[in-house]
């Protein structure tokens, strides 16, 4: 195979309960078992109040909080991988919609409505929730949820309608199931401001009301109101002059002052910083979607690169095999690809730095045990398919093919992970190449890819009549 350039070749509450026992100690002998657990509780309370204390309702944010200048940071950023993407295909049929998509966003700095979403699994009381508030608060659009916890067809549904609010209000008729508790961690983790709405408080008996509530605030690090949207009917009974009684069942008011008023002082104190929260939780959004658009784009003129040089590995370790453990010299990544793939990437690098990159990714393979693992796969599928005539240059030669594949795979993979560094220098981070060539072998040990791999190989190493064999020894088979 004639090279027009040159091919460099490299290796492809507790505490304080425990405070007061430890100082205690000779008081402790002398009390009972009814008297420790007592202390403990005592110290268990205290220790709670001393976390919420301080803290109200409209303190949401948890170190979480956001300004305008942060913001415009996020979406400058976005911007750039739009241009980037303008640059390397000026018509792309995303840029459109990505473009529209970035300017409303400076729109939404200055947005003065509070978007506001209700959640929660079934019949948990929504829809009622929504039609009380709804009197109260002109200045805030009420969104009501599909019910969590559905199939998971309607899942990406809600997630959408939840990332474009500003707060939400989760509820619950009950203490936390699981699902319900990994789903205020992970709205937690999105950086999306919720609080935990006890509904149908009026359903439980008074002591099981302060349990659930209870546990609900030491879950939820006190960020929880209980409410009573639509109270069960109450029998009343009236007794008259003449000595009869008259009954009958009267509908309470919605149980719900806790819950309007801590509202009243969100939006009151803090309604800048939801609608700032939420525009950058969208930049960052945007900005994942438009670099999916850019890298696939990238991928499709890298995925050329790679087989271009797997398939000059592979006639050069066939033409000239070496011992298996030396196999990594003429099956591993060279410095050509590395400088290739990286142009694409926008990821510059000199020749010595990407024979550099070559070598340890090279040293890499050697070590996670890659070139014996991949000879002995090709081995195994070549002599399912009775190549055994030629086994030791084809091995060879397809092995050399498979690990340059997967380097150039997983370059891939860990340049689409990096972010926009126009004119940067290339520098690796050793660790997360390594997680990333694992995870890229272990996609490409499949049975199925590495035959089909290995049928390409054959192809191109064989002569034909070769290849006659081969074929006839499957269909015998």
Known sequence: MKLERPILVGGLGLSFSLWILQNMHHSMVQMGELG?????????????????????????????AVNRVRVEEAIALTEVIINQLATEVENHPALGTL?????????????????????????????????????NFASVKFNETA???????????????????????????????????????????????????FNKQDQYL??????????????????????????????????????????????????IQQLTQHLFEIVA???????????MRKAKLLKADAKIVLNGV???RATPIIEQYQ????????????????????????????????GIYQQKFSLEQAQTVAGAMGSLMLKLGLVELSTKAVSTVLKSNAVTFVAGGVVQGVSAAYLTRVAGLSLIEYFEQQEIALNSEGGFNLDKLRQTLQNVFVQNQQIGVLQGF????????????????????????
């Open 36 to 64: 420790l657990f007592s202390l403990v509780a005592v110290g268990g309370g205290l220790w709670l109040f001393k976390q919420n204390r301080g803290k109200n309702a409209s303190d949401i944010f948890d170190g979480m």
């Open 99 to 135: 473009r529209e998509q970035v300017n409303q966003l400076f729109f939404e700095l200055d947005r003065q409505e509070i978007k506001l979403a209700v959640t929660g699994g079934k019949s948990v009381g929504k829809t009622t929730l929504i039609q009380v508030l709804q009197k």
């Open 147 to 197: 019910p969590l916890f559905v199939e998971a067809a309607e899942k990406s549904d809600n997630l959408a309608e939840v990332n474009q609010s500003d707060f939400i209000l989760f509820l619950t008729n009950g203490d936390l199931t699981d699902s319900e508790f990994q789903s205020l961690q992970q709205l937690k983790a999105a950086n999306q401001p919720a609080m935990v709405v």
């Open 206 to 255: 008074p002591d099981e009301r302060q349990s659930v509530l209870l546990s609900l605030k030491q879950r939820m690090q006190g960020n929880v109101v209980a409410t009573a949207v639509s109270p069960l009917p109450t029998k009343v009974r009236k007794h008259q002059e003449d000595g009869s009684v008259q009954e009958w069942m009267e509908q309470p008011a919605p149980d």
């Open 269 to 279: 104190q803090q309604r800048q910083q939801l609608v700032w929260t939420t525009t």
């Open 298 to 300: 990238r991928c499709d």
């Open 311 to 342: 398939w000059i590995a592979a006639a050069a370790a066939f033409a000239n095999p070496v011992p298996a453990l030396d196999i990594l010299a003429t099956a591993a990544i060279n410095a050509q690809m590395v400088m290739d793939l990286g």
């Open 454 to 477: 290995v049928k390409q190989g054959v192809k191109r190493l064989l002569p034909e009549a070769s290849q006659g064999k081969i074929i006839a020894s499957e269909t015998v088979a």
